[in-house]
């Protein structure tokens, strides 16, 4: 098992190593110049060098580059541009918005997701069946932006129960904070919940057939018993895969919700510092976001040994 752990991280350190490489790079040769977007194209030469010089941008593209990792590991995230605040307060601010709203999108996705996978296989050629797949495909076609715009329009223009955008945030009390969260929750999870109820409910199918299933209905278990003891969890393998890579797009699917809901979370926070072209700002998210990425998929590695301890064994 230390083996497997060991081989686990030395892969989550390249990963986010080579990811903040590329997010860098990628940056750097964009057409442009954050000097020049700030002061405009009236500005004095003097003035525009000047603030070259106070950015930073006038040293080598290495040099940058371990600056930034550098400061990011010892908690100096920058400077904004924009705001002219430490982007670690900046970032600290919205994560309070889109971890819980990612959390929430998850755990909604989860518990739809591995509840009619369960139903539609245990009831499989049935309407149940059918209903349950009508879903899904209708889930995976429907962009969640616009599905999150008919939310607005009858839960909260026509019926009135919840807010049309906007957060409270948590010192207005629990209830409002996530009452503000809820619509925007279920536009996320509604497409991930359609994927991850095929994926269950194919691979709760497959499992199914096996011997050692027969061999406990044989021994007096019942449907129901046979599912959760024995099914279940022999299943679960690819269904953590999904929900791994589904983390990684309910964290992009943040950026186009929270504009759509006018949320003040990190997707908004990155969308703006686009436009404003604060590089410092979107170096940082996008590095916070593929970080994030990176420790989920990590932890679904560490889910596999716990699910099933022969995987660790085999790669030790």
Same mark, same amino acid.
Request: aromatic share 12%; proline share 5%.
């Given at each position: 098992?230390?083996?497997?752990?060991?081989?686990?991280?030395?892969?989550?350190?390249?990963?986010?190593?080579?990811?903040?490489?590329?997010?860098?790079?990628?940056?750097?040769?964009?057409?442009?110049?954050?000097?020049?977007?700030?002061?405009?194209?009236?500005?004095?030469?003097?003035?525009?060098?000047?603030?070259?010089?106070?950015?930073?941008?006038?040293?080598?593209?290495?040099?940058?580059?371990?600056?930034?990792?550098?400061?990011?590991?010892?908690?100096?995230?920058?400077?904004?541009?924009?705001?002219?605040?430490?982007?670690?307060?900046?970032?600290?601010?919205?994560?309070?918005?889109?971890?819980? @709203?990612?959390?929430? $999108?998850? =755990? #909604?996705?989860? %518990?739809? +997701?591995?509840? !009619?996978?369960?139903?539609?296989?245990?009831?499989?050629?049935?309407?149940?069946?059918?209903?349950?797949?009508?879903?899904?495909?209708?889930?995976?076609?429907?962009?969640?932006?616009?599905?999150?715009?008919?939310?607005?329009?009858?839960?909260?223009?026509?019926?009135?129960?919840?807010?049309?955008?906007?957060?409270?945030?948590?010192?207005?009390?629990?209830?409002?904070?996530?009452?503000? @969260?809820?619509?925007? $929750?279920? =536009? #996320?999870?509604? %497409?991930? +919940?359609?994927? !991850?109820?095929r994926v269950t409910r194919s691979s709760v199918l497959e499992t199914i057939r096996e011997d050692y299933v027969r061999t406990a209905r044989a021994k007096g278990l019942t449907r129901t018993a046979t599912l959760w003891r024995h099914v279940l969890r022999?299943?679960?393998?690819?269904?953590?895969?999904?929900?791994?890579?589904?983390?990684?797009?309910?964290?992009?699917?943040?950026?186009?919700?929270?504009?759509?809901?006018?949320?003040?979370?990190?997707?908004?926070?990155?969308?703006? +510092?686009?436009?404003?072209?604060?590089?410092?700002?979107?170096?940082?998210?996008?590095?916070?976001?593929?970080?994030?990425?990176?420790?989920?998929?990590?932890?679904?590695?560490?889910?596999?040994?716990?699910?099933?301890?022969?995987?660790?064994?085999?790669?030790?």
């Open positions: 098992m230390s083996v497997f752990l060991a081989k686990r991280f030395a892969i989550f350190v390249a990963t986010l190593f080579g990811a903040s490489v590329v997010i860098f790079l990628a940056l750097e040769i964009l057409p442009g110049d954050p000097a020049y977007a700030i002061l405009g194209a009236d500005a004095e030469p003097s003035a525009y060098e000047a603030l070259r010089r106070e950015l930073g941008l006038d040293r080598p593209a290495v040099d940058r580059y371990f600056s930034w990792v550098g400061g990011m590991l010892t908690g100096d995230f920058g400077v904004s541009y924009t705001y002219s605040v430490p982007v670690s307060e900046l970032v600290v601010e919205r994560l309070a918005l889109t971890v819980p @709203l990612a959390v929430i $999108a998850m =755990a #909604l996705t989860v %518990v739809a +997701a591995v509840g !009619l996978g369960l139903y539609a296989a245990a009831h499989h050629n049935t309407i149940g069946d059918w209903g349950v797949m009508v879903f899904s495909q209708f889930g995976i076609a429907l962009p969640n932006f616009w599905f999150g715009i008919l939310l607005i329009l009858f839960f909260s223009v026509y019926l009135g129960w919840f807010p049309s955008g906007g957060f409270p945030g948590w010192s207005a009390g629990t209830w409002p904070a996530l009452k503000s @969260l809820l619509l925007p $929750a279920v =536009a #996320l999870a509604t %497409v991930q +919940a359609a994927i !991850l109820a022999n299943a679960l393998i690819p269904v953590v895969t999904i929900m791994g890579l589904q983390f990684a797009n309910l964290l992009a699917g943040t950026i186009v919700i929270e504009n759509v809901f006018f949320l003040p979370g990190l997707g908004r926070l990155v969308f703006q +510092a686009i436009a404003n072209r604060d590089l410092v700002v979107v170096k940082d998210v996008v590095l916070l976001l593929a970080a994030m990425v990176v420790i989920v998929n990590f932890v679904v590695d560490l889910a596999y040994a716990v699910i099933d301890p022969r995987l660790g064994a085999r790669d030790a």
